[in-house]
């Protein structure tokens, strides 16, 4: 069988089986299996395939159509240009929640903008070497998954201490190969949520916390219900996280220190409430993400 014969039949296959974005998710698999790049697909066309291949082929369609998602069939997802390693113990990462990192970004580069213009009318005063150095922001990314949020950070501020934790074991294990991969060092460290993390006076804390309710999930599609449960279940009213980070953030963070939390399209009224019922919050704001969606409720102490 040529490869133009074999993606002709996938596609019919998938199209009956009702799954969505059959032709993307067809050129993922040849990319993946043929270890060829997207261009080179077509010039391909005719190339004849092994059985052994198209075996294999086959059976990672069967995967796609019991609605196991592409990425952990092809094991990766990009995120912020960057490339992570995902599989059935992580979320996949949302576009999203690239809302929420470039949040993060726009704060430290305010901040750092500020604190240079100060140091360096001190510097000029004290004349003392170095003094100009921007100090490092310190960063903790809980409920980290796949580490998304922590690396993506390290990658685009240089210069921060970062700390990321989970629950699972096995998310963290994802998370550290994939700080490896893109060369950023970072702390991990295994946690329900606040309960072992032991480091304080955080500039910054930012989670994607699950938030969907319980009685929802059973609801979503077979793609979404093949991520891990632990990943998304916020509880009965979907606000469980931001409860506990409400009740415990404060603690780990600086004076003026800021909370940035990706939220549901739905959450925001609920959310800001959680925060504002706690005196030492102020300046609570949300954020659209490209959809037009509030998605980034920002706090701070
Ligand atoms: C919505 S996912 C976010 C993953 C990643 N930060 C992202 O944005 O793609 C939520 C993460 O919270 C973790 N989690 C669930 N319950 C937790 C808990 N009690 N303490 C810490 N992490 C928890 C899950 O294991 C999962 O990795």
Do not use: W
Not at 32 to 56: T, V
Not at 199 to 215: L, R, T
């Amino acid at each position: 069988m040529k490869l133009k014969e074999l993606i002709n039949l996938s596609k019919k296959n998938l199209q009956q089986n009702k799954i969505k974005d059959s032709n993307i998710k067809i050129k993922l698999l040849i990319e993946h299996i043929f270890n060829i790049k997207k261009e080179q697909i077509i010039l391909s066309y005719d190339n004849e395939i092994k059985k052994e291949k198209i075996l294999e082929f086959n059976s990672l369609l069967d995967k796609l159509k019991n609605g196991v998602p592409i990425q952990y069939i092809i094991n990766k997802q990009e995120f912020m240009g960057l490339h992570f390693y995902v599989n059935e113990n992580v979320l996949i990462p949302q576009p999203d929640t690239e809302t929420l990192v470039e949040e993060v970004i726009k704060y430290c580069n305010i901040i750092r903008k500020n604190n240079y213009e100060t140091s360096s009318t001190n510097c000029k005063e004290n004349n003392k070497k170095n003094y100009c150095k921007s100090k490092k922001i310190k960063i903790l990314d809980l409920c980290t998954g796949s580490g998304i949020i922590g690396i993506s950070l390290c990658k685009y501020l240089g210069n921060v201490e970062t700390y990321a934790s989970d629950i699972n074991a096995k998310a963290l294990d994802i998370a550290r190969k994939n700080a490896e991969d893109n060369n950023v060092s970072i702390q991990f460290i295994h946690s329900d949520m606040f309960n072992n993390i032991q480091e304080k006076a955080f500039d910054i804390i930012v989670s994607n916390p699950p938030y969907i309710e319980s009685g929802v999930i059973k609801k979503l599609s077979k793609e979404v219900q093949n991520e891990p449960k632990l990943a998304l279940d916020g509880g009965r009213d979907g606000l469980r996280f931001y409860k506990i980070i409400a009740e415990n953030a404060k603690e780990f963070l600086k004076q003026e220190g800021i909370i940035f939390l990706e939220i549901g399209y739905d959450q925001k009224e609920k959310v800001e409430k959680i925060f504002s019922n706690y005196n030492y919050y102020s300046n609570i704001k949300c954020i659209k993400d490209l959809s037009g969606n509030d998605r980034v409720i920002i706090i701070k102490k």
